[in-house]
């Protein structure tokens, strides 16, 4: 039982314990239903309280039921909720903290509700995709009104308890310990007379309800494009005008259709993936951690200064290193800058732009960095300048300073060997910019220490970052993958398709940007680099030629006005160019290729299932410990739609015995050795399995 039952002073105080959040399983509900039935049986008790033990009042439903026998199973939630709300003795909510989703709805149930201030208070579960099923949208408007529950559900968006006082959601908002205050209120609640206030009861009320939910159906229609749960949330809403139970019912429905959509199952993927992702399978939680109180970056640079502020912004001191005095004048002026420019936003205050820039130092000499806890090196992607930068490295820093290399595909095992304590080096990928991008992926050497990861595992949460440990490889997990989409975008347009056709039919799909744009962005020249030092490394692997016959037409990107596309200064619009088009059928013909119509949707396969294919090699081989976290690397560093969950888990979605079959197909088209079918996924396929179980 995760319920805990105890009598004090005639009242009953039922304790959710259900770590780590008092999800709302089948044995809580059970536990709050066995509660009740004992207190409502026993005469010594006048009044009961319903609280949470631990760090949550209750994170509410337990999503991980959520599909399976359990989530419908007796006493299900609104089962519960009845049970309180038909009480014959008042029933208060004492809220501590967090009180989401389900654990707001059964506080909602409940006849009084008293909250710490500060205490969370959510209906988030148009994250998930779904929306509050049990009474949220009608409970919710009936004490706090209609525009502001509606604004509460559709955005998902925590409220502090103290924030909602003086509205019917709660009777008290009291500072310090809760659970006496509500112990209290519960006799005092005992000892009147009934009937006591139920949420159901109370009727919603606005001046122009029609108008006022006309402007959310357009406003949410407008934003929420491919998620369904944000306009079903507004339906549902819109019903707590109606009676009660009609409203219910409303709601009930719309629930049990978000719930089995594959919108809502990515974005629970994506929940659960991102804490999955900070978990390690060999490096136990307790594995003890290095103290990070002090950075050094090396190099200046767009890379350098985007790490820097990371640290800066999360309260810890950087030292940045470089060549030349003029390097670090300019790195530093681009830090403020950024920072002036957020300040101009309204977004950070003068006062905290001094703060941050007040942490950062600079430095000509190694020597004022021996001391840094952490160093990350961002200087030039070639391995003779990181043997230079490590073996200095090694020689000037302290003894158990972590010291990582910020490379997107060099051999982490190759630069830890320019060192005598390999077990210090570890790979910290940062995606440009730095100070943006959610992903880190986070590079394990074979000699990389447990406490390393586990320490800079660590750090990352503290900068904000989803980090994800990636084994090493060409590459590591995103741009290894990248460069197989890559790949198929240049073989798409020497079969027939054009840069736009391509760019916008995976955009449909939802991509943030499709390949070209997103070279043009990167800048064509960086692909290009690769592209030549593949040429000496792997000569095996081939690429489409119109990427480097752009290059050498010198169109790198927007940097240069021009690339796949031609931009106007200050414009980031991309507009198609004639001469690139006539380039490429010209390649084609060159090649002796019959340009043939290619549709929207085999641009999406083989863009997509490049992705799924060499995402199968990386988890078969290790360098992924599982298919979620090669989901995060995509969902938060390379705008793959997050209402599809990442590759691994669209494929699944698809089924890997359609992703299989069509691969073969392809196989048998132009550069069919490109779709060697990795082993894991056909013998997935082969059983009806999928990569995420
Ligand atoms: C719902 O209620 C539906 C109803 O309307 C209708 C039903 C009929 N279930 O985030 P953290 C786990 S839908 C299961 O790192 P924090 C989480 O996976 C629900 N597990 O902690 C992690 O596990 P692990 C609506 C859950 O302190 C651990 O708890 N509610 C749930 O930074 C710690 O999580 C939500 O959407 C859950 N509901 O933040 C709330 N919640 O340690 C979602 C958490 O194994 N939750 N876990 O990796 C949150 O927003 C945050 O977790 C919370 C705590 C603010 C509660």
């Known amino acids: 039982m995760t319920a805990q039952y105890q009598v004090q002073d005639g009242v009953a105080v039922i304790t959710l314990d259900n770590p780590p959040v008092n999800g709302l399983g089948h044995s809580t509900r059970l536990g709050i239903v066995e509660g009740m039935t004992r207190a409502l049986d026993d005469e010594a008790v006048k009044a009961i309280v319903i609280t949470g033990a631990g760090k949550a009042f209750s994170g509410g439903a337990d999503i991980r039921e959520f599909n399976t026998p359990k989530a419908t199973q007796e006493p299900t939630l609104h089962s519960v909720i009845k049970v309180v709300e038909g009480s014959t003795k008042p029933v208060v909510a004492a809220i501590h903290t967090v009180a989401m989703g389900g654990g707001l709805e059964l506080a909602l149930g409940c006849n009084y509700r008293v909250a710490a201030k500060g205490a969370q208070i959510a209906l988030p579960e148009v994250k998930l995709g779904i929306l509050p099923g ?33 509205t019917k959601l709660f009777d008290e908002v009291v500072e310090g310990d809760v659970l006496p205050a509500a112990i209290q209120f519960a006799k005092n609640a005992g000892n009147a007379a009934g009937p006591h206030p139920k949420v159901r009861d109370l009727k919603v009320r606005h001046e122009n309800a029609d ?6 159906r357009n406003t949410v229609s407008a934003v929420a494009k491919n998620f369904p749960a944000p306009l079903k949330c507004v339906e549902a809403v819109a019903a707590s005008l109606k009676s009660f139970d009609e409203g219910l019912k409303i709601e009930r429905a719309g629930f049990m259709e978000l719930v089995t959509t594959p919108e809502s199952r990515a974005l629970r993927h994506a929940f659960f993936g991102e804490r999955a992702a900070s978990k390690i399978p060999d490096v136990p939680s307790d594995t003890p951690v290095r103290k990070i109180e002090k950075v050094a970056v090396i190099g200046a640079g767009t890379m350098g200064g985007g790490i820097s502020m990371n640290f800066l912004n999360a309260g810890i001191p950087v030292i940045v290193l470089e060549t030349k005095q003029e390097a670090l004048d300019r790195g530093v002026a681009t830090i403020r800058r950024n920072y002036e420019n957020s300040a101009k936003k309204g977004k950070l205050t003068a006062e905290k732009v001094e703060q941050r820039m007040g942490l950062l130092s600079t430095t000509l000499s190694y020597d004022e960095i021996k001391d840094a806890d952490l160093v990350i090196e961002a200087v030039f992607e070639e391995m003779g300048v990181k043997e230079t930068v490590f073996k200095k490295l090694d020689e000037v820093m302290k003894p158990g300073a972590i010291l990582a290399s910020n490379t997107s595909t060099l051999d982490v095992n190759k630069i830890a060997s320019f060192t005598k304590r390999p077990q210090d080096v570890v790979g910290m990928h940062f995606f440009s910019p730095a100070n943006v991008m959610k992903l880190l992926e986070v590079v394990r050497g074979e000699k990389t220490g447990k406490d390393v990861l586990a320490t800079v595992m660590q750090v990352a949460k503290k900068i904000k970052k989803t980090a994800v440990v990636s084994g090493v490889c060409d590459g590591f997990i995103g741009n290894r993958m990248i460069e197989q989409y890559s790949r ?97 059928v010209q390649h084609s013909k060159d090649l002796g290729i019959t340009r043939r119509k290619i549709s929207d949707e085999e641009i999406v396969e083989r863009l997509v299932y490049a992705l799924v294919n060499e995402g199968a090699k990386i988890l078969e081989e290790g360098i992924a410990s599982k298919a979620s976290d090669i989901d995060m690397v995509y969902l938060t560093g390379y705008g793959f739609p997050i209402f599809r969950g990442g590759p691994m888990l669209y494929a699944d979605q698809v089924g ?10 392809y196989a048998k088209g132009y550069h069919g050795e490109a779709w060697q079918p990795a082993p894991l996924l056909t013998k997935l396929a082969a059983e009806g399995k999928g990569f995420n179980g």
Do not use: H
């Open 211 to 216: 108008g006022f939910l006309a402007f959310a």
């Open 488 to 584: 198929q975008a240049g073989y798409l347009l020497d079969e027939g398709a054009l840069p736009e056709q391509v760019d916008k039919a995976i955009e449909k799909f939802g991509f943030a940007m499709g390949p070209f744009r997103m070279g043009d962005l990167a800048g064509n020249d960086i692909g290009w680099a690769i592209r030549k030092r593949r040429a000496v490394d792997k000569p095996d692997i081939q690429y489409s030629k119109t990427a480097d016959l752009l290059c050498e037409l010198g169109r790198f990107g927007q940097k240069t006005g021009a690339g796949w596309y031609d931009y106007k200064p200050g414009d980031r619009k991309p507009y198609p160019n004639q001469q690139v088009n006539d380039m490429i």
């Open 656 to 665: 890997l015995y359609n992703v299989a079959l069509a691969m073969s197909r």
């Open 134 to 166: 049990a009474g949220g949208t009608q409970r919710l408007p009936r004490v706090i009104g209609l525009e502001a529950a509606l604004n509460m559900i559709v955005s998902g968006t925590a409220v502090p308890s103290e924030k909602l006082a003086g």
